[in-house]
C-alpha cells in the first residue's frame, strides 16, 4: 500500500489502530505423496479492528486457503499467525479449536445448513457451543429473519438461507465474521442484499468483516482491498469512498 494511504488509513483508527490479527510471512504448500502444491508464499497481511476488508483474487489463487489459516482451520507450513499477541502457531489442537468457537463466525458459499432443522434451531446449535452468544432470535432479526424462524432451509430462497447462515456465525459474537463467497450463489440483488446485512453488521456491531471473492466489484463497498495472484499479495489499496451495498454492481 503507498505510504501515505496507510498513514491515512491507521490515522483514521487512532486508538483502534491495534491489530486484530496478522500474518507475518505465511507460506503453505500442499503436500499430497509426490506432489506438492505451493499455495501461499511470504504472505504479510493485517486486519484491524471494526474494519470492512475484501481480498480479491482469481479461482485457485489462495483465497479460501488464507481465509482458512485466518480462522484456524488450516494451519501454515511456515510463519505465524497472530490474533492480538497469541500466536496461533503454536497452538494446540483444541486451543485452535476454542479459538474458533470463541472469536470467529464462518459465511461459506453454499450456506451449509443442517436441512433437518429449522433456521431458529440452526442458530441455536450455534449459539450452544458459544462461550458468550447472543439470543438466537436477536441474531435472527438482525438479518431480518425474524418472521421465518419455524422454517427449514429447503422452504426459504437461497438468500434467505444465507441470512441463517450469516444469523448462525453471528450469534456466537465474533470478533471477526470471515466470509468465503457469500454472494457466489446468489443473483445481483440478493446479492446486494447479504452484503447490505454484512455492511450493517459492520456499521452497527463493529464487527469485523472479511470477505474472500474473485468478484472484484464487492471491493467497492470495503474499506480496503486486498489482491492476490498466485499466493502473493499482489496490491493492497485503501479506498477513501466506500460505496453502499445497493450501489454495487457486477
Ligand atoms: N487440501 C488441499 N490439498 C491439496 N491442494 C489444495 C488443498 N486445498 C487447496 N489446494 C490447492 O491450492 C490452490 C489454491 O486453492 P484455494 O481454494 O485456496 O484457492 P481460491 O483462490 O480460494 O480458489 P476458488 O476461488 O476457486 O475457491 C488450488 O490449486 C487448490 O487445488
Aim: with cysteine; charged share 20%; proline share 5%.
Amino acid at each position: 500500500m503507498p505510504a501515505s494511504d496507510a498513514e491515512a488509513f491507521n490515522s483514521d483508527r487512532t486508538s483502534e489502530n491495534r491489530l486484530l490479527l496478522s500474518l507475518k510471512s505465511v507460506s503453505k504448500t500442499y503436500i499430497t505423496g509426490d506432489v506438492s502444491v505451493p499455495v501461499l508464499r511470504d504472505v504479510d497481511l493485517e486486519i484491524y479492528p471494526g474494519e470492512f476488508l475484501v481480498i480479491v483474487g482469481p479461482s485457485g489463487s489462495g483465497k479460501s486457503t488464507l481465509l482458512n489459516i485466518v480462522g484456524g482451520i488450516d494451519v501454515p507450513s511456515s510463519g505465524d499467525v497472530y490474533f492480538y499477541s497469541q500466536n496461533l502457531s503454536q497452538f494446540t489442537e483444541m486451543e485452535l479449536t476454542r479459538y474458533r468457537r470463541k472469536h470467529i463466525g464462518f459465511v461459506f458459499q453454499f450456506y451449509n445448513l443442517v436441512p433437518t432443522l429449522t433456521a431458529r434451531e440452526n442458530v441455536i446449535v450455534s449459539a450452544d457451543i458459544s462461550e458468550s452468544p447472543m439470543s438466537p432470535d436477536k441474531a435472527l432479526e438482525l438479518v431480518g429473519l425474524e418472521h421465518r424462524t419455524d422454517h427449514f432451509p429447503s422452504q426459504l430462497s437461497g438468500g434467505e438461507q444465507q441470512r441463517v447462515a450469516i444469523a448462525r456465525a453471528l450469534v456466537k459474537n465474533p470478533e471477526l465474521l470471515l466470509c468465503d463467497e457469500p454472494t457466489g450463489a446468489l443473483d445481483l440483488n440478493t446479492g446486494r442484499m447479504i452484503l447490505e446485512v454484512l455492511g450493517n453488521l459492520n456499521r452497527e456491531l463493529g464487527m469485523t468483516v472479511v470477505i474472500i471473492t474473485h468478484n472484484s466489484a464487492i471491493g467497492e463497498m470495503a474499506e480496503r482491498i486486498i489482491r492476490i495472484g498466485s499466493g502473493t499479495i499482489a496490491e493492497t489499496k485503501v479506498n477513501s469512498h466506500p460505496v453502499a451495498a445497493n450501489q454495487v454492481t457486477w
